[in-house]
């Protein structure tokens, strides 16, 4: 008798560290739980640019975009869609944190594009000559370098003080072409290769400041493979005239294909 009280209170200890650990106790084992305050911060990415179904704000926030389609399905007790077209480190520290509180309980969040220029990288390539694309990236693989990191350390410290307790999963960036596919007119393959490279790099610094500040990041690259530009299948939009704006975003079936299972496996 007393030996099994003793096992059953040393397992009922272990589980109790193991779910501590996994960050899975009973209270939010189920991270779709009714209960859950979630707030999505963030860029373009996160706000469903490309995805089209736009509340009609400057932002750009789409109700197909990943945020919006897991809180439709979960039915959180607050859902504050802060994610804007456009935005960068600086945007969310100044503008998207007033959302979060010591209450949330998750929280979401691209940044860190537009800081390294990704608009201005993707201009460059298809407007002039493959050396000065070539000479763009590599200005901002550097800038990724020397810069954006204590840039993100910045709006992740920020994020874990006002939500302390707060799960945060930081969303990574797909790769934009698959090499050696169907395009036979545009950028060159050099170029496709060295903007991919880009993607990769921008990605290793994001999740390595994520993880150093206790967040998990989420790695879309592997449920884009296969739907970049260039696939025939493609779940990204490549640049387009009529619309410039949608230009190299998520189309409506990456976010919901690309984006949300990434999230959901995150939780």
């Known amino acids: ?17 193991a779910l501590a650990l996994t960050g899975a106790g009973v209270a939010n084992a189920d991270s779709s739980a009714a209960a859950v305050d979630y707030v999505a911060l963030g860029d373009s990415y ?8 736009y509340d009609g704000s400057s932002c750009k926030r789409s109700s197909r975009a990943y945020p919006a389609l897991w809180a ?21 520290t100044g503008g998207q944190l ?9 929280v979401s969040i691209s940044i860190g594009g537009n800081d390294a220029g990704f608009a201005d990288v993707m201009t460059t390539c ?4 493959e050396a000065t694309c070539l000479n ?3 200005t901002a693989r550097a800038y990724v370098d020397s810069t954006l990191p204590g840039r993100l350390d910045s709006v992740y410290s920020a994020i874990r003080s006002k939500a302390p307790s707060a799960r945060v999963v930081v969303l990574g960036y797909p790769r934009f072409y698959q090499l050696g596919g169907s395009c036979l007119v545009g950028l060159s393959e050099k170029e496709r290769a060295a903007i991919n490279g880009a993607s990769d790099h921008l990605n290793t610094a994001t999740a390595k400041r994520a993880a150093d500040h206790g967040f998990t990041f989420g790695d879309v690259r592997t449920t884009f493979t296969g739907h970049e530009i260039c696939s025939g299948n493609s779940w990204l939009h490549s640049v ?28």
């Open 136 to 138: 763009r990236i590599a």
């Open 126 to 129: 298809v407007l002039q000559s």
């Open 240 to 267: 387009n005239w009529l619309n410039i704006g949608e230009s190299y975003h998520p189309t409506a079936a990456g976010q919901s294909g690309g984006y949300l299972p990434v999230f959901k496996s995150a939780l």
């Open 72 to 92: 439709a399905a979960n039915s959180p007790s607050s859902f504050d869609f802060a994610a804007c077209s456009g935005a960068r480190t600086h945007d969310v």
């Open 1 to 17: 008798m007393k030996m099994s009280r003793l096992v059953a209170f040393s397992s009922s200890l272990l589980l109790g560290a």
């Open 98 to 106: 007033g959302r979060l509180n010591a209450s949330t309980d998750l």
């Open 46 to 53: 996160s706000s469903g640019v490309g995805a089209g179904s």
